[in-house]
């Protein structure tokens, strides 16, 4: 499939110029396995050709469903991110890391010198928008191992072995 909205930078006049869309939650989804979105992605943003870099900033808005880590219900997870890219050509990167310059100087990403993906920028913001560890509340209960059940909306009559097969291995010593 074929990026939605690519910046061509051939077709820049002046070596910049703006981009906006408007993604239908299908155009993008599903973003990962665990991410859905749940209502249309706007994008809007500026793009510079700066010498051999390409900045490239904006914004990114809108709403995502993300599984729970323990019960995996989806949670609600809106999305307001404002975002500040710098690309540079694999060849620019390899000639820059040979004159040794450090990772934290060059926290940029890598294009093909022609055009910028902006689906992938907008994907990448709504990963990032998105907690490692998601979870419906504090205390979710999560799924049962033995039946399955959701433990948060019924209780199931399986035994709670929480013993530690280490601890039991030490009781069995004594
Ligand atoms: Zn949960
Ligand atoms: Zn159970």
Known sequence: ??????IELDNLEGG?????HVYQPDDLNPVDERIKLTEPATVSGRVKVAGHQVLVNGHVETRAQV???????????P?????????????DYESSQAAE?????LSVAVFDGEG????????????LAAPTRMLCREDCKGIC???GIDRNTGECSCVADDTD??????????
Do not use: H
């Not at 310059?101 to 100087?105: A, M, P, Q, S, V």
């Open 116 to 127: 910028i993906d902006v689906d992938e920028i907008v994907k990448e913001q709504i990963l």
């Open 1 to 6: 499939m074929g990026a939605f909205v690519r």
């Open 165 to 174: 097969p280490r601890w039991a291995a030490l009781k069995n010593l004594s």
């Open 101 to 105: 310059l450090t990772e934290d100087e």
């Open 16 to 20: 910049k110029g703006g981009f906006g």
């Open 67 to 77: 599984e729970c880590d323990r019960c995996l219900q989806p949670v609600d997870l």
């Open 79 to 91: 999305v307001s991110a404002d975002f500040a890219l710098e690309y540079i050509t694999g060849s």
């Open 145 to 147: 191992p033995e039946c």
